[in-house]
């Protein structure tokens, strides 16, 4: 069973920047997409960015294309997801996940099987 791990979150005003790290166990981190999610209390667990085994392909939310971006170090077994221009909507508890395959088309939830404990992010007005 993979562990992942995530850090990086924190407290940061509208417009500033954070960088969340996914740290995961494991020898076969490569073979799989990973996906961050985030989540707001009574809000469903949406998938703001995921990225192919080989980061090859990418897929972002609407709502945070041109401000996140998703990148994975395969050597380090590691997946982050650097976030500018932040803005207080984006406010949540953000998970890594890993991947079912190698890919899973538009991020979609079920298709991951592993989840990180959660980093609290707040951006403030």
């Known amino acids: 069973q993979v562990q992942l791990v995530e850090s990086g979150g924190g407290l940061v005003q509208a417009g500033g920047s954070l960088r969340l790290s996914c740290a995961a166990s494991g020898r076969t981190f490569s073979d799989y997409a990973m996906g961050w999610f985030r989540q707001t209390p009574g809000k469903e667990r949406e998938c703001v960015a995921a990225?192919?085994?080989?980061?090859?392909?990418?897929y972002y939310a609407d709502s945070v294309k041109g401000r996140f971006t998703i990148s994975r170090d395969n050597g380090k077994n590691t997946v982050y997801l650097q976030m500018n221009s932040l803005k207080p909507e984006d406010t949540a508890v953000y998970y890594c996940?890993?991947?079912?395959?190698?890919?899973?088309?538009?991020?979609?939830?079920?298709?991951?099987?592993?989840w990180g404990q959660g980093a609290q992010v707040t951006v403030s007005s």
């Open positions: 996940a890993r991947g079912r395959n190698r890919w899973t088309p538009g991020g979609i939830q079920s298709g991951y099987d592993s």
């Open positions: 990225i192919h085994w080989n980061g090859g392909v990418t």
